[in-house]
């Protein structure tokens, strides 16, 4: 091609998209006509090289709407099938994991109705007790904490669960702290939320326009700054950092969460909390994580499973009772409970370790079902082989008979 000799690096990248010698030859020919105008090479050259960019550019969008309408198409089709693959997947989660998730969601009824009876038979006292108001807070967190947990794991997400439980272990270590301190640290929690509201307000207005939302009224926001600047005059200039509500307790060092947990005895479940921050956060330990091994193959997880709900299940139901625990404590010690409340206490202690339980059978069950199954595909694969064995040898019966000339003799053997 005589003109392809020395393109410009533009015009060499289109033509070498092409591979088809009827397309090289026909932009060939569309330069040469213009050429033939009167165009130089380098111009002709550019004004082809546009046209075909403009060209792929639209069978692009037009190939991308067609695959759109194609998904729509064929999307109640394809629906309908996942619809029943899952629930399928549920029906023999719930075969295997059901008693253990039913246990699970017996102590989530039980905390939350003892949760809603304490703040509502003590009505009186919650007014003037910022601990009991905060601690019952708290509890409900949980509550919904360990809802979320329960509804992820009956639904095969046994890793979102985890990553959920890492919340409600650190409303455990919360819950202990303000429980066994003074009003003040209840009072510094209640005041960090305010002071946290304003700093989430202006960010919310640095990048409302470029998310498209609307702006604060002004009145929203001054009242959110004044309620700021108070909380700092009375905490502190750095209040609104992380975890300052709690600096009293860490004093001279500046407050962790790491640090919290030492305080509050907790310090044993840091390898836990740092296995489920990995699946919270888009680290490259949480990517790696979804990798499991599974029948020998080195597996990537990118949807439901079957397997892995015992830790986060019991996790749970352990965490749940202990904030539970801690309100409830707290009552006993300083209010006059009913002695329904004491007993329930005792029971929910109990409770959990039939959950545990639970979540270890099922794990067992679990393990029991995948050794016979792949022990019936081993026989399987031995009854092939044996199979495979007999044909081969029949075959080279065949062959050393006809070769020695008994053919009716080792046709009888077959």
Request: charged share 25%.
């Amino acid at each position: 091609m005589r003109y392809w000799k020395q393109p410009s690096a533009l015009g060499a990248q289109a033509v070498n998209a092409f591979d088809d010698p009827k397309v090289a030859q026909a932009i060939e020919d569309a330069i040469e006509r213009r050429i033939e105008d009167g165009m130089s090479w380098q111009v002709a050259a550019d004004e082809v090289t546009d046209l075909i960019a403009n060209h792929v550019a639209d069978s692009i969008e037009s190939s991308g709407r067609n695959i759109r309408l194609d998904a729509l198409r064929r999307a109640p089709r394809k629906l309908r099938e996942h619809r029943r693959y899952r629930g399928r997947f549920e029906a023999n989660l719930e075969w295997v994991w059901g008693d253990a998730l039913d246990a699970l969601y017996l102590v989530l009824i039980v905390c939350r109705e003892l949760n809603v009876d304490l703040f509502t038979n003590h009505s009186e006292e919650r007014a003037e007790d910022d601990k009991l108001q905060t601690l019952s807070s708290i509890t409900s967190r949980a509550c919904l904490v360990t809802s979320d947990i329960h509804a992820l794991l009956r639904t095969g997400h046994p890793l979102g669960a985890f990553a959920r439980w890492r919340t409600l272990h650190e409303l455990v270590v919360v819950s202990a702290l303000i429980s066994n301190s003074d009003q003040e640290i209840a009072q510094r929690f209640a005041a960090h939320s305010t002071a946290e509201a304003y700093k989430d307000a202006l960010l919310h207005e640095r990048h409302r326009g470029f998310n498209g939302r609307a702006a604060l009224p002004d009145p929203e926001l001054e009242a959110l700054r004044e309620a700021y600047e108070e909380a700092c005059r009375r905490y502190g200039s750095r209040f609104a950092d992380p975890w300052q509500w709690a600096a009293p307790l860490t004093e001279p060092e500046r407050p962790t969460f790491s640090l919290l947990e030492k305080l509050a005895g907790m310090s044993h479940m840091r390898p836990d909390f740092r296995t489920a921050s990995h699946h919270l956060h888009g680290g490259a330990s949480g990517t790696d994580l979804i990798n499991v091994p599974f029948r020998g193959v080195l597996t990537t997880l990118s949807g439901p499973t079957n397997s892995g709900l015992a830790e986060p299940g019991s996790g749970a139901a352990l965490a749940l009772t202990q904030v539970t625990l801690g309100f409830v404590g707290y009552v006993v010690d300083t209010q006059k409970p009913d002695p329904a409340v004491v007993s329930t206490m005792h029971a929910l202690s109990s409770m959990y370790g039939d959950v545990k339980e639970a979540f270890a059978q099922a794990d067992r069950h679990l393990a029991s079902l995948e050794n016979s199954f792949q022990a019936s595909e081993a026989r399987g694969r031995l009854a092939v082989w044996c199979h495979e064995a007999r044909s081969r040898t029949a075959r080279l019966k065949w062959r050393v008979g006809r070769r020695s000339g008994r053919w009716s003799v080792w046709k009888k053997a077959l």
